[in-house]
């Protein structure tokens, strides 16, 4: 049985390490999800004019807006947007069960803005294929949250080689980075996309404990090819309200 006070150690949030800054006009798909204090809790990617994908226990922290368009989050030329309705995925309960997925319905945008796109209903990512994820926040363990968008390089980990790594790892997820590197996520960057050949393939969830210096423990991602149909569901349903 798989073991929550194993999980319970793990992040709830998420940053880069060892990363760059993102270059000034890329990544404009990318979310900053915000509370009604106006601070940062998680990330989120546009894929529609109106919806956002995020992680599921960013819900935790009770999410109002989202900010688009700035790479800064100290710059006032962005988009703050009300979130409309959050979509949480039936079956979540806990981020060590998985399913660690939500869409957020915001107010149709003002402007255009980048959206990225999903993957197909199924996907197969090879081992040590490199991809990117990116986001705001602590570059070191306990370290302070940056302004400026950052992104890094992680290589996708054999789910074999997870498995053993992560006893009672959960169904449909991701692994990259992390693992025998100085590279992967760490606190802030929860919900914010893995990305693979130019496409959103995974949701930022959880890592172990708060250490960002890596332990033998792979970075964990919610798999979206698994979810998209019910992202497209959502989606449809919502256009044909309207």
């Not at 979540?92 to 998985?98: A, D, K, R, S, T």
């Not at 009672?168 to 692994?175: E, T, Y």
Request: with cysteine; aromatic share 8%.
């Amino acid at each position: 049985m798989t073991s929550l006070l194993l999980y319970s150690n793990c992040l709830m949030e998420h940053d880069i390490i060892n990363g760059e800054k993102a270059p000034e006009n890329s990544s404009h798909y990318m979310a900053s999800v915000q509370n009604k204090k106006g601070q940062h809790v998680c990330g989120g990617f546009l894929i529609t004019e109106d919806f956002v994908v995020s992680a599921a226990h960013c819900d935790e922290y009770n999410p109002t807006d989202v900010v688009l368009g700035n790479h800064n989050l100290k710059n006032d030329n962005h988009q703050k947007i009300k979130i409309k309705n959050k979509n949480i995925r039936e079956n979540y309960q806990n981020i060590g069960q998985g399913n660690d997925i939500m869409l957020l319905e915001v107010i149709q945008l003002n402007e255009r803005v980048q959206t990225i796109q999903l993957p197909p209903a199924e996907i197969h990512l090879e081992e040590n294929q490199v991809c990117q994820v990116a986001g705001w926040g602590k570059t070191k363990t306990r370290g302070k949250s940056v302004d400026e968008l950052r992104v890094v390089d992680v290589s996708v980990i054999n789910q074999r080689v997870c498995e053993e790594q992560w006893p009672g790892l959960p169904a449909n997820v991701i692994c990259a980075g992390g693992y025998k590197t100085t590279k992967g996520f760490c606190q802030g960057d929860s919900g914010g996309p893995l990305l693979c050949d130019g496409l959103a393939v995974g949701v930022v969830s959880f890592n172990y404990k708060e250490n960002c210096s890596y332990p033998n423990k792979p970075n964990i991602y919610t798999d979206i090819s698994k979810y998209r149909q019910w992202i497209d569901g959502i989606v449809k349903s919502r256009k044909y309200e309207e």
